[in-house]
């Protein structure tokens, strides 16, 4: 036998399997004559391993255990997309775009209800895989992402790429792995999407493969790349390199046939074999994303509807009153426990008095309640024909729940606020929102252990964490503190005082201050004292900040408490400088807008457009009068002759390269 003609017959035999059982949904082979071809492949590897290939179907069958995932700097954010939640808002959606556009075209597609993924792949191998993450930073799970059957290892074309989609786990194979858990007496999952989420975080990619999870692609980083117009084309072309594209999408060009479309999924989205919570629209074309936009969370150029979700009836039992680090009060009520879209829901929120005084909402009602946008368990409506007549109305309490201190409400709001600082919950809530992972990501300082460190007296505020080592002997003697518990968390608190400036801002709970706002404000102001000393008016000109997020942080850092506990975190040897990611200094591309087009000789596109960002320029898929150069290699097109006509500096590359040096 020719033992690599037949590796070669096993390789192509499974590879045409796979692409035929998920990607095309038509098998040609037997289950039976896929597991004997692999079985026979993985005895030939065995026997001559220098004959194994990086792209062989076996790769794909256990590896490598982690003790930890690798973080990942995505090439391109991987932002999320914001949500619509009713026809109305889709039509102004739509109107808004059209401003833009002069058209409707849109690509729809069902919003998988999975864990989303990037894919690279190099001269057409699969060579890494990572998780959004917070859109910047993710995590690789390459060895787990190679034991998905659905994530080709090669490509049919020998291209550099980076795709995107979503792992998901279909309703099959969750029921499948529920009952089996179910029979070794394990906890079960609750739904499908934390099943593949909680799967890919696996350290064994064993346990991975056995679960046998799914992908649907569905984007192309950097589509004109490869001649790409629209994103029905670039659809087409994943399919045709190897992924799975799911079958429901489909080109619409009017209202009319959008809202049919998403009338239609939303009839007979508990029909398919996966899980959805909406669908999504995606303007088809790509020359038209730059001038759409993005926010600073969300592309404008797609959205998502999301499905209402599902109603359950049940009884409020009481209502309790929860104080934010903010100190706003909130109403839950307590509910009689029910089942919501695969998770038990005992608490759900009230929001403020009026939204309860709106609803009529009264402890022993019977109550329809939702999982608003598939998350956070709401009441929707009270079943007043049940009502019995002895239940009294609402009235909202006066004082603080936690301290006593007497509740405001401003004239302005819809909220009460505790203003006491010193207020327990505050504190205790402040602390645990600064130990978070997204903020000062101190591992070990969870919710518990947050509140346990503020009873016993050793944390009474952020500054206080600081200064746990001194108690490391005390707290020895605590119950459940053993030591490798204790000297771990002192070595994560340690070591978290080299965190970049953006997380402690994020981490100080400054009023309407979040992740990305907190970057942009350090991008602005690279240093703490440089942020304290700025002019109210200066930051609220900053883009995407604003006059009501510049008047809180002010209010923040004029706060003489603020600033003593800031020097306290100084002195504890915190870092107070912001380290960017982007090239600080003045060059010639600095604010400018630069569009390629043609074929570079020296530079891929890629690597042209990092170095322009690099430099604080930006790059464009489509010239207008905003752009400030035309970047032109052989061979360009359509977009050379508009810049002529709109009288654009036109570089060539030799003048590129100068440019740079410079």
Not at 1 to 30: G, Q, W
Not at 104 to 126: N, Q, R, T
Not at 139 to 166: C, Q, W, Y
């Amino acid at each position: 036998m020719d033992t690599i003609k037949r590796i070669e017959e096993l390789k192509s035999l499974i590879n045409k399997a796979n692409y035929e059982y998920y990607t095309l949904d038509n098998p040609t082979i037997s289950d039976y004559e896929y597991d004997m071809a692999m079985a026979e492949l993985i005895k030939l590897e065995n026997e001559y391993p220098s004959l194994k290939t990086a792209d062989s179907p076996t790769n794909r069958i256990g590896g490598e255990v982690l003790d930890k995932f690798k973080k990942v700097t995505h090439t391109k954010e991987m932002k999320s997309l914001a949500d619509l939640f009713s026809y109305e808002e889709i039509i102004s959606y739509i109107d808004t775009i059209a401003k833009t556009t002069n058209s409707i075209d849109y690509s729809m597609e069902l919003k998988i209800d999975g864990l989303a993924v990037s894919l690279i792949y190099k001269d057409g191998f699969l060579i890494e895989a990572s998780t959004r993450g917070d859109g910047i930073v993710g995590e690789d799970i390459t060895n787990n992402a190679k034991t998905i059957s659905s994530i080709p290892l090669s490509l049919s074309e020998k291209i550099d790429i980076e795709v995107r989609g979503e792992i998901y786990l279909s309703k099959s194979r969750f029921e499948k792995i529920n009952k089996e858990r179910e029979l070794a007496h394990e906890e079960l999952f609750k739904n499908e999407r934390n099943c593949a989420a909680g799967t890919m975080r696996q350290l064994d990619p064993e346990i991975v493969r056995k679960r046998g999870l799914d992908t649907f692609i569905y984007y192309i980083v950097d589509p004109e790349k490869y001649d790409l117009k629209t994103q029905s084309d670039a659809l087409r072309y994943l399919k045709k390199l190897g992924f799975n594209v799911n079958s429901e999408s489909r080109s619409v060009h009017s209202k009319e046939e959008l809202l049919e479309y998403i009338s239609d999924i939303d009839e007979k989205r508990f029909d398919y074999n996966y899980p959805i919570d909406g669908v999504v629209l995606k303007y088809e074309y790509f020359d038209m994303y730059s001038r759409i936009g993005e926010t600073v969370k969300n592309p404008k150029w797609a959205i998502a509807y999301k499905f209402a979700p599902l109603e359950v009836k049940t009884k409020i039992e009481s209502i309790e009153f929860q104080v934010g680090r903010s100190g706003v009060i909130t109403p839950v009520a307590i509910l009689s426990p029910v089942l919501i879209s695969g998770s038990l829901v005992s608490r759900a929120t009230l929001n403020n008095e009026d939204y309860i005084l709106d609803k009529d909402i009264r402890v022993g009602d019977y109550v329809f309640v939702r999982k608003a946008a598939e998350i956070i368990p709401e009441v929707v409506s009270v079943i007043k024909e049940e009502r019995s007549k002895y239940l009294k109305p609402f009235s909202m309490i006066e004082r603080c729940p936690k301290c006593g201190e007497p509740l405001l409400r401003k004239i302005t709001e819809a909220d009460y606020y505790c203003l006491n600082k010193d207020c327990p919950a505050r504190v205790i809530e402040s602390i645990i929102h600064f130990a978070s992972r997204d903020c000062y990501d101190i591992t070990g300082l969870g919710d518990k252990i947050s509140e346990f460190l503020y009873n016993e007296g050793f944390v009474y505020r952020i500054s206080d964490i600081f200064n746990l080592k001194e108690y490391a002997q005390t707290l020895l003697t605590k119950e459940g503190f053993k030591e490798r518990k204790v000297f771990s968390l002192l070595d994560a608190i340690e070591k978290s005082k080299e965190n970049n400036l953006d997380r402690l801002i994020f981490g100080l709970g400054i009023r309407n201050v979040g992740k990305k706002v907190a970057r942009i404000l350090c991008e602005k102001y690279p240093s703490m004292d440089a942020l304290i000393s700025a002019d109210e008016e200066d930051i609220s000109r900053i883009p995407d900040i604003g006059p009501i997020i510049a008047k809180s942080v002010k209010d923040y850092f004029n706060d003489e408490r603020n600033i003593e506990m800031i020097d306290i975190l100084k002195e504890n040897g915190l870092n107070m400088i912001y380290t960017s990611s982007k090239k600080e200094e003045e060059t010639i591309f600095t604010g400018k807008t630069v569009v390629l087009t043609g074929s570079l000789t020296s530079f891929t596109r890629e690597e042209a457009s990092q170095i322009i960002e690099n430099m604080g320029g930006k790059t464009s898929s489509s010239v207008s009068k905003k752009t400030d150069y035309v970047l032109k290699g052989d061979q360009a097109g359509s977009k050379l002759t508009k810049a002529e006509n709109l009288g654009i500096r036109i570089i060539t590359e030799d003048e590129f390269k100068e440019m740079i040096e410079s």
